[in-house]
T-cell receptor, first 115, second 109 residues
Framework: DTGVSQNPRHKITKRGQNVTFRCDPISEHNRLYWYRQTLGQGPEFLTY????????KSRLLSDRFSAERPKGSFSTLEIQRTEQGDSAMYLC?????????????FGPGTRLTVT | QKEVEQNSGPLSVPEGAIASLNCTYSDRGSQSFFWYRQYSGKSPELIMSIYSNGDKEDGRFTAQLNKASQYVSLLIRDSQPSDSATYLCAGRRNNDMRFGAGTRLTVKP
């Protein structure tokens, strides 16, 4: 069990560019979550996958954000036409449905800076 | 009103003391609660979860849940300087997890 991994760890981009982040969950965890966290706030839910199905998406999530989990393993989060307000830490978490505990384990995060 | 509220702190305790962190929630449909520790610049790390009313102990940590009062707390016994961090409370309804803004704890040697 190597934990949740995320890449890249840091991303600096110019406003208007597209960025893509990757998350590899703990092996055999079938639930995967994306969150965004800004300074002084707790993580804010973005979207949730169970296996390859995207089951929930925050109503606050702009259409510029899209996420995929094509084979039920790793997931990608893409932000199109980035804005300065997108600057944040993007966190991925995974949990196991079989455990029944709903405990989520976070990856190290991807820190995005939009200039 | 935020769904999960925490005192932002900072909370300062001397080394060896008991640190008490509190959290209230508004969604009575919340099914379970979680405490995470987050060091500056790092991601949240799960400390423990609690589902039922009462206390749950794990080492130096005790979580307490009172569903009638919609109140969750975390006690840290024998606080160490390494416990200095932000502590996040989260409540879950189905697959929806809502986090508080966190309480910053400082343990002074």
């Amino acid at each position: 069990d190597t934990g949740v991994s995320q890449n890249p760890r840091h991303k600096i981009t110019k406003r208007g560019q597209n960025v893509t982040f990757r998350c590899d969950p703990i092996s055999e965890h079938n639930r995967l979550y994306w969150y965004r966290q800004t300074l002084g706030q707790g993580p804010e839910f973005l979207t949730y996958f169970q296996n390859e199905a995207q089951l929930e998406k925050s109503r606050l999530l702009s259409d510029r954000f899209s996420a995929e989990r094509p084979k039920g393993s790793f997931s990608t989060l893409e932000i199109q036409r980035t804005e300065q307000g997108d600057s944040a830490m993007y966190l991925c978490a995974s949990s196991s449905m079989s455990s029944g505990s709903y405990e989520q384990y976070f990856g190290p995060g991807t820190r995005l800076t939009v200039t | 009103q935020k769904e999960v509220e925490q005192n932002s702190g900072p909370l300062s305790v001397p080394e060896g003391a008991i640190a008490s962190l509190n959290c209230t929630y508004s969604d009575r449909g919340s099914q379970s609660f979680f405490w995470y520790r987050q060091y500056s610049g790092k991601s949240p790390e799960l400390i423990m979860s609690i589902y039922s009313n009462g206390d749950k102990e794990d080492g130096r940590f005790t979580a307490q849940l009172n569903k009638a009062s919609q109140y969750v707390s975390l006690l840290i016994r024998d606080s160490q300087p390494s416990d200095s961090a932000t502590y996040l409370c989260a409540g879950r309804r189905n697959n929806d997890m809502r986090f508080g803004a966190g309480t910053r704890l400082t343990v002074k040697p």
